[in-house]
């Protein structure tokens, strides 16, 4: 009984430390506030630590030195209930070159001037609460796949902090095909025993492509209702919205217009969380070659083919022509005479190219494909090329001295079958004129 005592005591004390050690101590970035403003001197910040745990009796059990290269000031100790910030992603491999990106900056919470969250500050709320030293972080896996937005608030003066707002996407960056269905995700925590919490919460959506932006959506809780749907298709799943946090956005069918960046907002009174995630709605072009198929050409002339390439997106394609030859061997033709870019109705993309094809030094019979190189994947299409005049290799030289010798044999059978039958005829003549004589 006490061996099996020892070593359920010994597992117990390894979950233990597992589950202590399951958080990550965050290096980050504290961006300190510039007095005066200008861009006069350095980069103004200062290494931080943040420990983060999920219950506060944890901070009192471990003391924390803090290393000689991070100011003491900016040791901060972090109790994360719902664990957002443990999650693996944040804790590389030890010795690993890839790390977390954390930026923190000083808050100060108060009322939004957005129509649709001004109802959330309510008159009686008290401010007592908001006196206190608040932090809003950035934080970005170092796998690149998830981006978190935390905001902590602890006592005046004091470095224990509790997550009030913890607001998540794991679709950093997504890319979809036309047409296909599109969710990007972003969920958030609020904090139940924060004062702030019992108000209710709004969301908003903002779309930002090369310095132009738009809203997409906008929905206020407390009230339930859309206050803004400014993208047809584009909606949110309510009854996870308000039963898990889940505010993603849900577009249909992707189009072209919607490759950008796309912000989700959370609106808490007094408090309002971030992040950011990109969208590439990406289409492989469609090939064609004509004419097709190619006409027969004499060995030395010039072809005129065209390649058009339709339907894709984005921009970028790279055009280019090969030659296959019959001993398999395949040559790069450049990229010929390229067209512009035509934009179609959907918001996609054709372009041709021109190839002026010198046949002279094509060999024997090939093939002439047409290569486009594209972020969605690269596509050809190829048509046969059969050339006349060409030197005869020597299997065909050896076919034509057989097929000489079978004609040269045939013409000398049917000349010794008329020689035969042109004497039979004057011997049958000579006969004849020796009866009539008679």
Known sequence: PSTCFNIFHLVFLCFSLFSHGSCPVLECWFMKEKVGGGLSGGPNQDKSLLYVHKHADSHRAESHD?????????????????????????????????????EINPLHPQPSTLELAVPLTEPALSPIYLHAD???????????????????????????????????????????????????????????????????????????????????????????????????????DFEALHGRGNASLILQEAKVHHS?????????????????????????????????????????????????????????????????????????????????????????????????????????????????????GTRRVSVEINLIGNSPSIEDSMAMVGVALVLYGLIKLVSWSFSGSGNNKTSDEKQLKRLNLT
């Open 134 to 236: 608040w932090l809003s972080t950035a934080l970005q896996s170092f796998d690149k796949t998830m981006s978190i937005s935390a905001i902590t608030r602890a006592p005046t003066g004091t470095k224990e902090h509790d997550v009030i707002l913890t607001l998540t996407t794991k679709t950093v960056l997504v890319q979809s095909r036309l047409g296909a269905p599109v969710l990007l995700d972003c969920s958030f925590w609020a904090n139940p025993s924060s004062p702030l919490t019992g108000t209710g919460f709004a969301v908003e959506w903002r779309y930002q492509f090369r310095g132009d932006g738009r809203l997409v959506l906008a929905y206020d809780g407390k009230s339930d209702r859309l206050s803004h749907t400014g993208e047809e298709g584009a909606t949110l």
């Open 66 to 102: 803090a290393p000689l290269e991070v100011n003491p000031d900016r040791l901060y100790f972090v109790t994360d209930p719902a664990a957002t910030l443990c999650h693996r992603s944040l804790n590389p491999r030890r010795g690993s070159s890839n790390k977390p990106m954390c």
């Open 260 to 376: 950008g960046i796309y912000i989700c907002s959370v609106y808490l009174p007094y408090l309002q969380a971030q992040v950011a995630m990109e969208l590439q709605v990406v289409e492989p072009p469609s090939l064609s070659i004509h004419p097709s198929p190619l006409p027969l050409t004499a060995q030395g002339q010039t072809i005129n083919i065209q390649c058009e390439a339709s339907g894709f997106a984005p921009l970028s394609l790279d055009l280019h022509w090969e030659f296959k030859g019959a001993d398999g061997k395949t040559k790069v033709l450049g990229s010929g005479s390229l067209s512009s870019h035509r934009q179609l109705w959907d918001g996609t993309y054709t372009q041709s190219s021109r190839l002026e094809l010198d046949t002279a030094d094509l060999g024997r019979a090939g093939e002439v494909a047409c290569v486009g190189v594209h972020p969605g």
